[in-house]
């Protein structure tokens, strides 16, 4: 089946935004293996709590410094004990384990998807 067609506001509603992990660990408390990640999105958004499912393909200290693609403008959910404010992106490998979105190459904090 083919993707449905959207229009150009539909998909400029979705605020895609590149960001920096400035911290992960462990989340033991998640019902599903992840870590809590804190992303930095540069001045105009600031810091920003996720949890995420990566643990298959990423320790907490390979993620420090990477450069990933998230959506900033969902509304925040409860997730155990920590709100997570973004959705990190990543696609499924083969056996369905999440791989990072990211960029080519360095981008500011906050740079915005287009």
């Known amino acids: 089946m083919p993707p449905e067609v959207i229009a ?3 998909f400029v509603a979705v605020d895609v935004r590149v960001g920096t992990i ?3 660990r462990e989340f033991p408390e998640a019902r599903r293996p992840a870590y809590q ?3 930095d999105f540069g001045p105009e958004i600031g810091l920003k709590k996720s949890s995420a499912q990566l643990t298959h393909h990423y320790s907490p200290a390979s993620l420090l410094g990477r450069q ?3 959506v900033v403008n969902f509304p925040p ?3 155990g004990p ?3 404010e973004v959705l990190v992106l990543g696609a499924p490998d083969a056996d369905g384990h ?3 979105a990211a960029v080519a190459a360095p981008v500011p904090n906050g ?3 287009h």
Request: proline share 0%; aromatic share 4%; no cysteine.
């Open 8 to 10: 150009w506001a539909d």
């Open 22 to 24: 400035v911290e992960a």
């Open 77 to 79: 959910k409860q997730i």
């Open 37 to 39: 990640l804190l992303l």
């Open 111 to 113: 740079s915005r998807l």
């Open 82 to 84: 920590i709100r997570s």
């Open 68 to 70: 990933v693609l998230a």
């Open 98 to 100: 999440t791989v990072l």
